[in-house]
């Protein structure tokens, strides 16, 4: 039985050890040579005193080495938390201050932002520890010593109160939703993923531990390429990526930019999305083109390692479509709650709480937090089960699959009406020509506002909303945008267009 992702790490090196791992636009990394350099990291680790289920910060470059670089904290009995460079120094203050780890590895193309961050541990140079380290020097000891609940890593995402909340994944976790993933994908040593998520960021995880797992590549695509549609579709191509687990806006984008028109990819067997509600016309635009390649609609929190539904695309896309996000992948448990913690009845809203082995730890160093989030289950008073209740709304369809609802909290008063702001946003998607939107409610002004991208004019969708919407859903304020702000995740960027109230 597999303890922990190093077996995973093992065993590939001994079936694949000269097949590529990871690679990027400028060089690859064997499975050997990963091992090797997890190992001179791991050894470099333990050198420098390193304690054993302590964290260590990674500021690494979207490159091959950053994996590889994860991996070798992992094999000194460590877990990592890794930090992106190009987030504002304000944004990496605060996440040093949470996770208050003894040591960081920087990139030497970031260590001089690293610097000005004022972080109190050893700081070390990622390429001069790979210079200088000696893999023969490692201690298997402590990594042999961790059990499949031990920390793999943390992983920041927003908080309520501006705080950033370090959501802790245990090796147990991970490995049972990739499992789950391979479960319902089914790749093998042949496939290639095409890595569009930052390295710090949970659907980069896919990327990173597949290949472990199956034998895969990762090819990391270069950030700049996805406002290049002449470059990226080449890349994929010239890489030979068969499987895409992308962010709806990263799709989107794609399409939008006209990718399609320089070359189309000739590999691509799989493409899965998550993190949004996907625009329609986005969607036709990758099906149209690729007509043998499997869609896949997925749904879930970093709280739950990653995504924990999924909801295979068979219908083409039409302006009026809402997809589900489908049903539980294996290891994953989802009930549905109403507000006073029982089970809706059929056809009827709750909020989406998710159970199984893929839960976090928990928030670190937040045990308020993670009591609250993570709680009994109030249907089962037999024995402990915990559930994270998501905040987002769903209800089951007769078809026995998931809806998406939108999140509880944006639901807003406005006029004496109750309104759910993504219910505004799926009528405004409906609109041709509306690529992207986001409604927000401005409660001091009494004020509805919709922000969104596309050809489609201001009147357009205000006359749309007021042929199909009562008078108190349509947005008093529409506003145009050459394109939505979004956050390194690639989610809408809110505050930024709650700046733009008016």
């Given at each position: 039985m597999d303890r922990i992702v190093l077996n995973w790490l093992d065993r590939a090196v001994q079936q694949y050890k000269d097949k590529t791992a990871y690679m990027d636009t400028e060089r690859s990394l064997t499975f050997e040579e990963a091992d090797r350099i997890s190992r001179i990291v791991g050894a470099f680790l333990q050198g420098q005193g390193a304690v054993p289920g302590s964290p260590v910060v990674v500021m690494g470059a979207r490159s091959v080495y950053t994996p590889a670089c994860f991996l070798g904290v992992v094999r000194a009995g460590c877990f990592y938390a890794p930090a992106d460079a190009e987030m504002p120094a304000g944004r990496l203050r605060q996440i040093l201050e949470v996770i208050d780890a003894p040591y960081m590895i920087v990139s030497r193309m970031f260590l001089e932002k690293a610097q000005e961050l004022g972080f109190a541990g050893k700081m070390f140079v990622l390429e001069e520890i790979l210079e200088q380290g000696d893999p023969e020097s490692y201690d298997p000891g402590p990594a042999e010593r961790m059990t499949d609940n031990a920390p793999l890593y943390v992983i920041f995402t927003s908080g309520s109160t501006g705080k950033p909340k370090g959501v802790i994944t245990s090796h147990y976790s991970l490995m049972c939703y990739i499992d789950a993933v391979q479960s319902v994908l089914g790749l093998d040593e042949t496939d290639v993923l095409g890595n569009q998520a930052p390295l710090d960021y949970i659907a980069a995880v896919r990327d990173i531990y597949v290949p472990l797992y199956t034998g895969a590549s990762s090819v990391i695509?270069?950030?700049?390429?996805?406002?290049?549609?002449?470059?990226l579709f080449r890349t994929i191509n010239e890489k030979g990526?068969?499987?895409?687990c992308w962010s709806t806006a990263g799709l989107e984008i794609a399409a939008r930019l006209g990718a399609f028109a320089?070359?189309?990819?000739?590999?691509?067997?799989?493409?899965?999305?998550s993190g949004a509600v996907i625009s329609n016309?986005?969607?036709?635009t990758w099906q149209d083109h690729l007509p043998e390649t499997r869609f896949?609609?997925?749904y879930g929190p970093t709280e739950a390692t990653a995504s924990c539904t999924w909801y295979e695309v068979k219908e083409k896309a039409e302006e009026d479509t809402r997809l589900p996000i489908g049903r539980p992948y294996p290891h994953y448990k989802i009930i549905l709650l109403d507000e006073q913690g029982k089970e809706p009845a059929p056809g009827q809203p709750g909020e989406i709480c998710v159970g199984g082995p893929v839960l976090a730890l928990g928030y670190y160093k937040d045990p308020e937090?993670?009591?609250?989030s993570f709680v009994q289950n109030p249907l089962n008073t037999a024995y402990r089960d915990l559930i994270y209740r998501t905040g987002d709304l769903g209800k089951y369809r007769e078809d026995g699959l998931l809806e998406f609802l939108g999140r509880m909290d944006r639901q807003i008063k406005h006029l004496g009406h109750r309104i759910e702001l993504?219910?505004?946003?799926?009528?405004?998607l409906q609109v041709k020509d509306v690529e992207e939107c986001c409604a927000l409610y401005d409660a001091e002004k009494s004020l509805l506002y919709l922000f969104y991208s596309g050809q489609a004019t201001a009147k357009e969708i205000a006359l749309q909303f007021r042929a199909q919407m009562p008078a108190f859903m349509v947005p008093r304020k529409i506003k145009k945008l050459d394109v939505l702000p979004k956050l390194p995740n690639g989610k809408t960027d809110m505050r930024s267009l709650?700046?733009?109230?008016?």
């Open positions: 695509i270069p950030k700049n390429e996805f406002a290049m549609p002449d470059r990526v068969t499987t895409l320089c070359e189309v990819p000739q590999k691509l067997r799989r493409v899965i999305f016309k986005a969607l036709r896949i609609n997925q937090r993670s009591a609250a993504d219910e505004i946003e799926i009528a405004a709650r700046e733009m109230f008016s």
